[in-house]
């Protein structure tokens, strides 16, 4: 309980120490307070774009594998061979049938073909810069389909290829303005008729300018084959991808691939010598190339902040070396009265600490003003972990700067600390 009592009256000596010195206190700090601001908003800024840009690749999913013709990093080396890839056969539809019927791990696939800069019609509205997306079964399983009105498409329009449509929100805006309910009613594409039946919910623009859901629209894949050429291997063709969902754990994902790239290979005749035909693609192998190309960008910030920090703690420290030297006869005098050496310690120590904790929070204080400034679709957060971190970081500081001042002071003589 004594001791207890004796930290606590160090932790009031300090306080008093740094407010009796308020404009020195406020000069020693802003080393710290500079080195913590570059630090914090380095990572906060690299987070933030990090979050944003993944948040962007959302559409791709998680837990999903894609069966392509082009892989989306190089295989098996630094160099995009796209001489190689180029001759690869793309994804048919006897290949997805094959997969779906015989596929023992996965929990939903589906093959689909994308056409953008299509131009849908009603009437007299029409609105250009659309995704066209032909989806077989299982689509609405592995990708996000948020139906605001109507339904999603059933089985049987699927697999007989009706003329049935789910629009996105800014193609049912232009085609319908003024509220106009578009369920049951017709669109265009190229000149075929189709029935929407589903609207989707408004997404918003992507932080990355991809094209987002409010301009897509979904159309059986068999209506697909209708429109466009797919799946035959020829060069001016649309090409399709299967997407594959496998279960929760990544164990399950690695045999689900496994058996996927068996069972095309066995499709395609492949011999054990060959390379794949075909390129199997994780996101999550292009969300960790994204990480680690923010974390070299983290460590840069903690470069250029680092400096700053080590002048700020010599700063600091220099400062404690002053405090030591004008406050000798007031240690002598507690020493004298029966003050023991690490009550002088944690004195000069956690106004160290005190020190660089207030140049901290000033340099969090900074990085929180930043989130105000408008950064386009960039959203900017200063997060719990940024907070936290700036907060060990100058304690530490604090604790380095001053533990050497502290220990001298709590090593003085009490006899020739009165003296002076």
């Known amino acids: 309980m004594k001791v207890f009592r004796q930290i606590l009256e160090s932790f009031r000596f300090a306080w008093l120490a740094l407010k009796s010195n308020l404009l020195r206190t406020i000069l020693s700090l802003l080393g710290v307070t500079v080195g913590i601001f570059a630090i914090i908003s380095v990572l906060t800024l690299v987070d933030s774009l990090e979050k944003n840009i993944k948040d962007s690749l959302n559409f791709i999913g998680t837990g999903i594998l894609y069966v392509e013709k082009w892989p989306w990093m190089p295989e098996g080396g630094s160099e995009y061979k796209w001489w190689e890839y180029f001759r690869r056969p793309n994804p048919s539809y006897s290949e997805f049938k094959f997969l779906r019927d015989n596929l023992k791990h996965a929990s939903a696939i589906s093959i689909f073909s994308e056409k953008g800069n299509s ?46 449509a789910i629009i996105g929100y800014e193609v049912a805006k232009n085609l319908f303005p003024n509220g106009e309910d578009p369920i049951g009613k017709h669109i265009k594409v190229r000149d075929l008729k189709f029935v929407v039946v589903g609207a989707v919910k408004e997404e918003g623009q992507s932080f990355m300018g991809f094209s987002s859901k409010d301009f897509q629209v979904i159309i059986p894949y068999n ?13 001016n063709e649309i090409g399709s991808a299967f997407g594959v969902k496998g279960y929760e754990n990544d164990f399950a994902l690695v045999e689900l691939e496994n058996e996927m790239r068996g069972f095309l290979r066995t499709r395609r005749g ?22 680690s190309m923010f974390d070299v960008v983290g460590i840069a910030g903690w470069i250029i902040g680092g400096f700053s920090m080590l002048v700020g703690g010599f700063g600091i420290a220099n400062i404690m070396f002053v405090s030591v030297k004008e406050r000798t006869s007031i240690i002598g005098l507690q020493k004298s009265v ?36 408008p950064m386009g679709n960039l959203v900017v957060t200063l997060s719990l972990k940024n907070i936290i971190l700036g907060l060990g970081v100058s304690s530490a500081i604090g604790v380095v700067s001053g533990i050497v001042p502290a220990a001298v002071a709590a090593r003085l003589d009490p006899v020739i600390a009165i003296r002076a």
């Open 119 to 164: 131009i849908i019609k009603r009437n007299s509205n029409s609105i250009g810069q659309v995704e066209l997306i032909g989806a077989s079964e299982g689509y609405n399983d592995i990708f996000e389909v948020p139906i605001e009105r109507g339904r999603y498409f059933t089985l049987d329009e699927v697999l007989n290829g009706r003329e049935v």
């Open 223 to 235: 209506s697909f084959r209708k429109l466009y050429q797919t799946g035959s291997g020829k060069w």
């Open 270 to 291: 492949l011999r054990p010598v060959d390379k794949d035909s075909f390129a199997i693609n994780r996101p999550e192998a292009l969300l960790n190339a994204i990480g």
């Open 338 to 373: 029966g003050a023991q050496n690490y009550f002088i310690l944690f004195q000069f120590l956690f106004e160290a600490i005190f020190l660089c904790l207030i140049g901290g929070l000033m340099g969090l204080f900074l990085v929180y003003l930043i989130t105000f400034i």
